[in-house]
């Protein structure tokens, strides 16, 4: 059984850790958009396919693919229906479950970081945005004139308005450290993407402490089709049956 496993998540990590420990020969496949990524157990390989059709060339090396990669990686997730439909392989899709709102929060569901950002103009002048680098340029038309927060892990490749201030870190974060960064930027607004899982929820619960509305964009839908699971352990049952 030869396992190509499409990750960058902390849910793809621990599922290259527990195939390799049942002796499972799996590849995970890193986008390779992060500097210093988190290495996974097993072997690693980072960059592109190079599209469908290059993805497909490669699954001559594969029996199954799992598809960890986050859950707004829409190319990726539709690439890897694609090919190993074509390539006749069987996909599974591993994607942590969404968020489900705290009680005294409030949320503001958007379907799109333009809609986030008018959205986040319309709530406040401060602004944290939590929603990755690739997209801070959607922000600067709505969001230009306010006092911007953007944490991301790496420095954005725009150049970002005079007013706005990057903070560069990685999670997992804790309720305290993001109780502190809240306060301290006197946040009226946070500005996320349903990402899932526990390594940013903090972030949720210190906006529904503080009463800070939360805009979310909501996650896009999944290739049509493609089985999904939503913990390691059913992605791990999967592929030995498969095997």
């Not at 996974?40 to 490669?58: N, Y």
């Not at 945005?129 to 997209?135: E, M, N, Y």
């Not at 990057?166 to 502190?180: N, Q, W």
């Amino acid at each position: 059984m030869r396992v190509l496993l499409l990750g960058g998540t902390a849910e793809a990590r621990a599922l290259a850790e527990q195939l390799v420990a049942s002796g499972v020969d799996v590849t995970t496949s890193l986008a390779g958009r992060v500097a210093d990524p988190r290495l996974p157990a097993g072997a690693v390989r980072i960059g592109g396919f190079g599209g469908i059709d290059g993805l497909r060339a490669a699954l001559a090396d594969y029996d199954v693919v799992v598809d960890a990669t986050h859950p707004f990686a829409t190319t990726m997730a539709a690439n890897a229906a694609a090919a190993c439909a074509a390539a006749g392989r069987p996909l599974l899709r591993l994607e942590r479950p969404g968020w489900t709102e705290p009680a005294g929060a409030s949320w503001h569901w958007v379907d799109s970081h333009e809609q986030a950002a008018e959205r986040a103009a319309e709530l406040g002048r401060r602004p944290v945005l939590t929603i990755g680098r690739q997209q801070l340029a959607a922000y600067v038309p709505a969001l230009a004139g306010a006092a911007v927060l953007a944490r991301v892990v790496q420095a954005p490749s725009i150049s970002v308005p005079l007013g706005w201030t990057v903070v560069s870190d990685r999670g997992p974060y804790a309720l305290a450290g993001e109780l502190a960064l809240l306060g301290e930027h006197r946040a009226d607004v946070v500005v996320t993407k349903d990402s899932g899982g526990e390594y940013t929820w903090p972030k949720m619960l210190a906006a529904a402490e503080l009463g800070v509305p939360i805009v979310i964009v909501a996650r896009p839908p999944r290739p049509v089709g493609v089985q999904a699971v939503h913990d390691v352990q059913q992605a791990l049952d999967w592929v030995s049956a498969e095997g």
